[in-house]
């Protein structure tokens, strides 16, 4: 069984900084990709940034300049830097991992999410 936990949420004023954790652990032979969503209330899940397994990122446009994930491999842990938050940055952000458990195949897990709360 694979788990991803997610960590480092909080309460921020706008403009603070916030750096989100989420560590994979369990039956892991790789991880491929990994990702951040997020999900404000009455609103959809929507990806906030990805990395590939070769360090490769790309960000959604609302958080270009702001935000930097990177990933320890060694740890099988991404990270999600989030800096000069904004209110709108208020939302439930999960981690998104594509893992093969056994060298076969890769499967997709999400994390429990984590609530970042940006006050104005």
């Known amino acids: 069984q694979v788990q991803l936990v997610e960590s480092g949420g909080g309460l921020v004023q706008a403009g603070g900084s916030l750096r989100l954790s989420c560590a994979a652990s369990g039956s892991i032979f790789s991880i491929k990709d990994m990702r951040w969503f997020r999900q404000a209330p009455g609103k959809q899940r929507e990806l906030v940034a990805f990395?590939?397994?070769?360090?490769?990122?790309n960000l959604a446009d609302s958080v270009k300049g702001r935000f930097i994930i990177s990933r320890d491999n060694t740890k099988n842990t991404v990270y999600l830097q989030m800096t000069s938050l904004k209110p709108e940055d208020t939302a439930v952000y999960y981690c998104?991992?594509?893992?093969?458990?056994?060298?076969?195949?890769?499967?997709?897990?999400w994390g429990q999410g984590t609530q970042v709360t940006v006050s104005s």
């Open positions: 990395i590939s397994s070769g360090g490769s990122t």
């Open positions: 998104n991992a594509d893992v093969s458990p056994a060298g076969t195949g890769y499967l997709n897990y």
